[in-house]
């Protein structure tokens, strides 16, 4: 056993009250339970004074989902209390794991007892790619993008981005750097990547592409122009060309 776990454990054993999961089949380090969205779970935290006089202790849960049936309780002395709990799921909650907690506080110190909550339903992966931008030019060029998590499961994303100008590839495919290890439901995550190697003559698409772990692809592309007339003067130059070129058969089916 770590030995700040072991340290844990011995400061638990000289307090004068703890708090934690009602005792059942197995002991439990959290309370756990698990539904489906719009359901209300139950469960029972035990206080327990170990004390010779009796202790009074204030209960409050992190979040709206948890409720408990008393706020404060008096505890006589070497007497165990049980205090009965709900834990309400909103509907349309995505599925998966939300942690929360119950904090307790009396006789000069706070226990955290942990609530464990597991949301059931069908994991969906859907991850989207938004507001694909570059800023700067040549070597102070940063593509800028966002990533969304619009699925009911933890994101794990992996972007690639790449480039196409006028007359080619200007960014082969390249791993994405700063993706969050995880991203929750509903999460979003602006990144940025530099890239020194941009052209400073030319008009490119740059295209983001994020996937998840099961596979599933999103992509959005936004345009890079350092010189926004370079555009419209090749696309002129070209309308030219092809109108001279044109002239010129006639000119020749004429003769």
């Known amino acids: 056993m770590a030995p700040a ?5 011995a400061a638990a054993s000289l307090a004068p009250w703890t708090a934690g999961p009602a005792p059942g089949a197995d002991e439990r380090g959290a309370v756990y339970v698990e539904g489906a969205p719009g359901s209300v779970l139950a469960d029972r935290l035990a206080l327990v004074n170990r004390s010779d006089r009796p202790v009074t202790l204030a209960l409050r849960g992190t979040g709206p989902w948890i409720s408990l049936a008393a706020g404060r309780v ?3 002395p070497r007497t165990r209390a049980e205090v009965p709990l709900t834990v309400t799921v909103p509907p349309g909650t995505p599925p998966g794991d939300h942690p929360a907690a119950v904090l307790v506080e009396g006789a000069g110190r706070q226990a955290r007892v942990p609530v464990a909550v597991r949301v059931t339903g069908p994991a969906v992966s859907a991850p989207a790619v938004e507001r694909v931008r570059v800023t700067g030019t040549g070597r102070a060029a940063v593509v800028h993008y966002r990533v969304v998590n619009r699925g009911t499961t933890s994101l794990a994303p992996r972007p690639v981005l790449r480039a196409e ?4 590839e200007v960014l082969r495919t390249r791993p994405g750097s700063g993706a969050p290890a995880a991203l929750p439901p509903g999460g979003a995550v602006d990144l940025s990547e ?6 400073r003559l030319d008009r490119v698409r740059v295209t983001v592409t994020v996937t998840s772990a099961d596979g599933t692809r999103a992509s959005a592309t936004g345009t890079y122009a350092p010189l926004p007339w370079l555009g419209p003067t090749l696309a002129g130059a070209g309308v030219l060309a092809g109108a001279a070129a044109l002239t010129l058969r006639r000119r020749r089916a004429h003769r």
């Not at 776990?5 to 454990?9: D, I, K, P, R, W």
């Not at 100008?165 to 080619?168: A, H, K, T």
């Not at 530099?194 to 052209?199: E, I, K, L, T």
């Open 5 to 9: 776990a072991v340290l844990a454990l």
């Open 194 to 199: 530099p890239w020194p190697g941009a052209p």
């Open 74 to 76: 008096g505890v006589p």
């Open 165 to 168: 100008g006028l007359f080619g």
